[in-house]
């Protein structure tokens, strides 16, 4: 059993799409995150929720909408893609009751989304 | 804020040969501390993680750190590369003040030549 899944793996689009990535978690946690990870490797913080709730925000353009319908679930709908969102994005979740930067941090292998 | 160096960016050495990989931080108290692996097309793997006690930390696949204060670093070793060890790595860094999330460095990637 896979215990972070992300859905798709892979995502090619055109310019001015909307597309989406699914995230589900089998582990029991309460927080979820989203990361970008660049050409360049670097992994940076956009979101995250506990128990459905948001409670990191970082500077993230308002066309990336986060989704939690329970606390297994975080999606990433992303409107009018950019060129500059190519990158993989990892969907992570980590242990209840800790404070989210503390646990230990379990991830999905990523969904590479190509922007053309 | 916390923040994260991983001085090198790529890094190669022979297989069974010794390795260490540098990481510094930059945080005003006691941070947490972790080192993840990442290998090709995969998602990122904890290897090892100091939040208190023993600052020398055993991880998984003979990978080993150290939290030295008065450097503010954490850095990796392992005795004897294998081929397998081939991979990005990443350290981080996360503070003990709610809903900050971690902070990763840049990574390093290590490549294991025979």
């Known amino acids: 059993d896979t215990a972070v899944s992300q859905t798709p793996k892979y995502l090619v689009t055109q310019m001015g799409n909307d597309k989406s990535i699914k995230c589900e978690q089998n582990l029991g946690h309460d927080t979820m995150y989203w990361y970008k990870q660049d050409s360049k490797k670097f992994l940076k913080i956009m979101f995250s929720y506990n128990n459905k709730e948001l409670i990191i925000n970082e500077t993230v353009p308002n066309r990336f909408s986060p989704k939690s319908p329970d606390k297994a679930h975080l999606n990433l709908h992303i409107n009018s893609l950019e060129l500059g969102d190519s990158a993989v994005y990892f969907c992570?979740?980590?242990?209840?009751?800790?404070?989210?930067?503390?646990?230990?941090?379990?991830f999905g292998e990523g969904s590479r989304l190509t922007v053309l | 804020a916390q923040s994260v160096t991983q001085p090198d960016i790529h890094i190669t050495v022979s297989e069974g040969a010794s390795l260490e990989l540098r990481c510094n931080y930059s945080?005003?108290?006691?941070?947490?501390l972790f080192w993840y692996v990442q290998s090709p097309g995969q998602g990122l793997q904890l290897l090892l993680k100091y939040f208190s006690g023993d600052t020398l930390v055993q991880g998984i696949k003979g990978f080993e750190a150290e939290f030295k204060r008065s450097q503010s670093s954490f850095n990796l070793r392992k005795p004897s590369v294998h081929w397998s060890d081939a991979a990005e790595y990443f350290c981080?860094?996360?503070?003990?003040?709610?809903?900050?999330?971690?902070?990763f460095g840049k990574g390093t990637r290590l490549s294991v030549i025979a």
């Open positions: 992570a979740s980590s242990q209840a009751g800790l404070a989210a930067n503390t646990g230990e941090l379990f």
């Open positions: 981080a860094v996360g503070s003990h003040s709610g809903n900050t999330p971690l902070v």
């Open positions: 945080y005003g108290a006691t941070p947490y």
